[in-house]
Every structure is written in structure tokens, then in C-alpha cells.
């Protein structure tokens, strides 16, 4: 398969728009079943400047993106789908002026629901921020 | 208040006027909080939520000094947002010494019509 053709490559070099353009969310790296995305650091990511405390909005962005990436990793198809649910850990807060990485994989899929869970640090991944699981269901058929 | 944090800035949420012991935002629409194309990108949904738990949590305590840390939080989306203005409005489960369970819904135009719903734990410093 040419890479224009297939629908993770063309994911990977989309222009970001909307919510994706306004974190920064960009590729960082994939792999059969897995996609990690990234957003640099950005001051109106605070919820208390006076303490540099990071927002979990971001992260749980960030989390939605990469797991909804992952899924196409894993399939290959661009088909119209939606998030079912999605639970996040808090595993400490994240360091004021780190970009944020999560890496999502996609673990099980049925033909209607897509299982993800996702590891999310701010650049030392044996020091994680976050643990979240999610899942998708598409919303049309194939 | 939650609005006047840059983060709340950033996605421009307003506070919006509850019945005691409940908290409520407002979220207008923008092409910066879009995701897939004419709906409301689902991590803002997430956002919205925990916010509007956070305020609560925040407006019950009465004490700004005090932090509060989410641990954790469950989201179940049960309508596409649409490109609209959203609504949330949290309450408290229970308000312990150590922990806050709180949960919170969001709407669109029509309240009896969620589009999401969450449910946090807040650690209180």
C-alpha cells in the first residue's frame, strides 16, 4: 500500500485543526496497534499559575487523540466513530513547561467497539503521569 | 474562580449562576474546541466536566489556600456534542476530610437530554 493511500499515514501528516491546532497535538510515533502523540507545554495549560498546577484537561485531550489514533493504527480504516467512555488515573501532576506524550494502544477490537488504554508522561516514560483506559464504538458502518 | 485560571480562559468557559451546593459552567462553541468535523471534540466534553467538579469542590471549601488534586475520573459520553453551547453542572456524593466524590453532567439545549456525564475523586490538600 502506497502511503497516501493508507489512512494512518494521511492521519500522521494532516494538518491539525480544530482542538488538535489549538493543543499543538502532534505524531510522535506508531506501531501496529499503537500511536504516540504529543503537545508542547503551554502556560495556558495552568489552572493556578501561582503554583505552575498543570490543568488534567490537556492530558485527558491528549488521551482521547492518541487512543482514537491508535485504533486507526491498528485498522487501517478512517470510519466515523466516537468515544463510549474513558477513565483516567491521575498518577501525579505533571512539571510545568513539559511537553506532554501519551502513548495509546489499541488492544482488542469487536466490529462495533474499539478497546484502548494509554500511558501518558511528560518526557520520561518510566515516570508516568497518567493511566487511562477508553473506549470507542463507530458510529456508521464500513 | 475557575473561569479566570488560563486554562479555563483558554477554552473560554463562564460560571454561571447554580442553586446552593451545586456549581455550574458554561462552555460557548469555537472552532478550537472541534474534533471530528462539526462536533465538540470530546476532550473538551472531559474538561468541561472536571471543571465544573473542581469548582464545586472549590466553592464548598471556601478556603482558597487549599489544594485539590483530581485522582481520578470516569467519563461515559452519551450524545455527540454538537457545535453548541455546553453546559455542566456538578454535586457533591460525599465531601470527606481527604477525599471529594463528586459527579457532574453536561447538556446542550435540552438539560433532559445529557450528552455526557463524569464522576471524579478530588484529593484535598
Known sequence: MEDGDDPFERLKNLPPRGHHAMLGIHHVDDGPD????????????????????????????????AAGAAIIARTRQWRPMATLDLRVDYLRPAHAGRPLHARATCYHMTHKVAFTRCDVHDGDPEDPIAFATASFFYTAES | MIDATPYGRMLGMKVMVAAPGTAALMLPAGPALEGRPDFLYGGVIASLLEMACLALVAQELGDVRR????????????????????????????????????????WQDDREKPIASGRVHLLLG
Open chain 2, 67 to 106: 489544594r485539590i488534586k483530581p485522582i481520578n475520573m470516569s467519563l461515559d459520553f452519551l450524545r455527540g456534542g454538537l457545535m453548541a453551547d455546553s453546559y455542566a453542572e456538578a454535586r457533591i456524593i460525599r465531601m470527606g476530610k481527604h477525599i471529594a466524590n463528586v459527579d457532574a453532567v453536561c
Open chain 1, 34 to 65: 499503537w500511536a504516540e502523540l504529543a503537545c508542547p507545554f503551554n502556560p495556558a495549560f495552568f489552572i493556578d499559575r501561582a503554583t505552575e498546577l498543570v490543568s488534567s484537561g490537556p492530558v485527558v485531550s491528549l488521551i482521547d487523540a
